[in-house]
């Protein structure tokens, strides 16, 4: 018989645990600056769970914080301020008012404001009267002056009479001296203009005292405590009214009064005038050129005095000065020297001895190639007996004759130190060479001279036996502008958050400046901020409690979570150190780079001092 069997096995499908997914990328920033949030998230799909398999451990999203720079703040006006006191009471001034970039002020970066911070208008346009007409009275004794010069004295006294003077709109100050010879006494005043209009006498406009100080009746005087503003009473205005030569006066146009008896007093006051603008001089001629070859520079200035501003007017527009190219001609790239002296000649070239000649006596010429970079000619001429002298050409390459003039040389019997070098200034010793027609004559008749061109001599002395001569000259070289170098690199931030500052340096020799060459435009030195995010938490901790932990403390090797997941394994691996600082060997703590081979142990395993941070 057949026996038929069947399996009895247990078909349950085991059950299969979760595992993460990768994280998405992170989400845009939820601020441009200020502080942000951005989060990513993972599935748990990497398998799913299923068949009762258990669900991923840990958090499905992370976040951190982002664009935590402050914002930039646009400036903006304040208000304009009040407009300031005219320059001028007629004929035209000006007067401005400003404002401040403060409302707000310009940070983190935020543009400035626009515009200017101030602003102009004219103001007392009126034409200035070409004259005024001065009416003084006095007890006793009236003088006048107009800019400090005394103009009229007048004794008839006792309130008869009045003092009258025509004053000249240009004049600055009118002065009045009042002497009392007994009793009380005071002064009255009153201006018109040419058309008889009252102008500018006020009580108050004029200043007085019992004490005369130099100056006090020019204009400009500032004066000291004893000057006070004139003033009259009540009761002293009822009586001088009463004054039989005031009367033809208007009553408001009283200088002072005082009840001193016997005494003197004295007014001034500072008269208005236009003011005047700025006017530029011609220019000045042309300035030698800087050099002789391969370009200089040449200037020419003027003055801002034609006429000169004056009373609140404007300085001249524009520069007192301005340049142009010159002697743009290529220079040679060297220089031919001939040098013929009697007896011994020793020739220089930028202090350096080149050649001792001992021939003498007029028997040969020395000569000498000098490269178009030298600063400086020096000739010694030494004389073992009889009359002597030193005679110099210079040539170009292509033969022509070049700087050699008798005055563009400098000649001495007294050495100094430095003498043959570039940028000596001599002494009252150093003359320019010079040379008379009879020792020209004697020197055109010396064979070795023959050679030469005939005002080509330098210099010629008739000196006794063994004397010395010192000759030089400065060579005009090419001016050369300095240039920037490349930056170096950024230094390390000031600060590891909340905005530090980093720099770079270059220098002024790419090339650097010769020969009155212009140095280089603007600083050697740029900075930057830095690491400008808050310093504030970028990472949370994960026991539930709400602590904060700074970035920068992250992965340091110190706990500062409770439950220490600022520093765990799974985040430090993949955290990235940033600013100033660096991972150790084990890929799981930051250290600072300062602190690398500092023979002090940083990295919990040592690699801050050992070959693996290259000590």
Same mark, same amino acid.
């Given at each position: ?32 600056? $200020? /502080? #942000?949030? *951005?989060?990513?998230? +993972?599935?748990?799909?990497? @398998? =799913?769970? !299923? &068949? %009762? ?37 007629? $004929? /035209? #001034?000006? *007067?401005?008012?400003? +404002?401040?970039?403060?409302? @707000? =002020?310009? !940070? &983190? %970066? ?37 800019? $400090? ?14 003092? !009258? ?451």
């Amino acid at each position: 018989a057949v026996v038929s069997t069947q399996s009895t096995g247990n078909t349950k499908k085991c059950p299969i645990n979760g595992g993460w997914g990768a994280f998405s990328p992170w989400s845009s920033c939820s601020a441009d600056c $200020g /502080g #942000g949030i *951005q989060t990513r998230t +993972r599935s748990c799909n990497n @398998p =799913a769970p !299923a &068949h %009762g398999g258990s669900y991923c451990e840990g958090l499905a999203s992370e976040k951190q914080c982002c664009n935590t720079n402050e914002c930039p703040v646009d400036g903006g006006w304040s208000a304009y301020s009040a407009w300031s006191t005219c320059s001028a009471k007629c $004929g /035209g #001034g000006k *007067q401005t008012r400003t +404002r401040s970039c403060n409302n @707000p =002020a310009p !940070a &983190h %970066g935020g543009s400035n404001c626009e515009g200017s911070d101030s602003e102009s208008q004219s103001c007392n346009t009126d034409e200035c009267p070409s004259e005024y007409n001065l009416q003084i009275i006095c007890d006793d004794v009236t003088t006048i002056f107009v800019d $400090g010069e005394e103009k009229i004295v007048d004794g008839t006294g006792n309130w008869k009479e009045m003092a !009258a003077l025509k004053i000249p709109a240009s004049a600055s100050a009118i002065g009045i001296k009042c002497l009392n010879t007994g009793g009380a006494y005071g002064i009255m005043a009153q201006v018109n203009d040419e058309n008889g209009e009252e102008l500018f006498v006020t009580d108050s406009s004029w200043q007085c005292s019992n004490q005369a100080q130099d100056g006090w009746s020019a204009g400009g005087f500032s004066g000291g405590a004893s000057w006070k503003p004139a003033a009259v009473t009540e009761n002293q205005r009822d009586y001088v009214q009463d004054t039989g030569a005031w009367k033809g006066m208007s009553p408001n146009r009283k200088v002072i009064w005082t009840d001193n008896a016997a005494g003197t007093v004295y007014c001034r006051k500072d008269l208005p005038k236009s003011a005047v603008d700025g006017g530029w001089s011609a220019f000045s001629s042309w300035s030698s050129c800087s050099a002789d070859c391969g370009g200089g520079t040449q200037t020419r200035t003027r003055s801002c005095n034609n006429p000169a501003p004056v009373h609140g007017g404007s300085v001249c527009d524009g520069s007192d000065s301005e340049s142009q190219s010159c002697n743009t001609d290529e220079c040679p790239s060297e220089y031919n020297l001939q040098i013929i002296c009697d007896d011994v000649t020793t020739i220089f070239v930028d202090g350096e001895e080149k050649i001792v000649d001992g021939t003498g006596n007029w028997k040969e010429m020395a000569a000498l190639k000098i490269p178009a970079s030298a600063s400086a000619i020096g000739i010694k001429c030494l004389n073992t007996g009889g009359a002597y002298g030193i005679m110099a050409q210079v040539n170009d390459e292509n033969g022509e004759e070049l700087f050699v003039t008798d005055s563009s040389w400098q000649c001495s019997n007294q050495a100094q130190d430095g003498w043959s070098a570039g940028g000596f200034s001599g002494g009252a010793s150093w003359k320019p060479a010079a040379i008379t027609e009879k020792q020209g004559a004697y020197l055109k008749d010396i064979k070795a001279w023959e050679g030469m061109s005939p005002n080509r001599k330098v210099i010629w002395t008739d000196s006794g036996a063994d004397k010395t001569v010192y000759c030089r000259k400065d060579l005009k070289n090419k001016a050369v502008d300095g240039g920037w170098s490349a930056f170096s690199s950024w230094s390390l931030c000031s600060a590891d958050c909340g905005g530090g500052t980093k720099t770079r340096t270059r220098s002024c020799n790419n090339p650097a400046p010769a020969h009155g060459g212009s140095v280089c435009e603007g600083s050697d030195l740029e900075s930057q901020t830095c690491n400008t995010m808050k310093c504030k938490k970028c990472w949370d901790c994960t026991n539930g409690e709400d602590l904060c932990v700074f970035w920068f403390r992250t992965c340091d090797g110190v706990d500062d979570c409770v439950d220490g997941s600022d520093e765990t394994e799974e985040l430090c691996a993949d955290f990235t150190c940033r600013g100033t600082r660096t991972k150790c060997e084990d890929g799981l703590q930051c250290v600072r780079k300062k602190n690398l081979c500092d023979g002090e142990k940083d990295c919990k395993d040592g690699s801050d001092e050992t070959a693996f941070s290259g000590c």
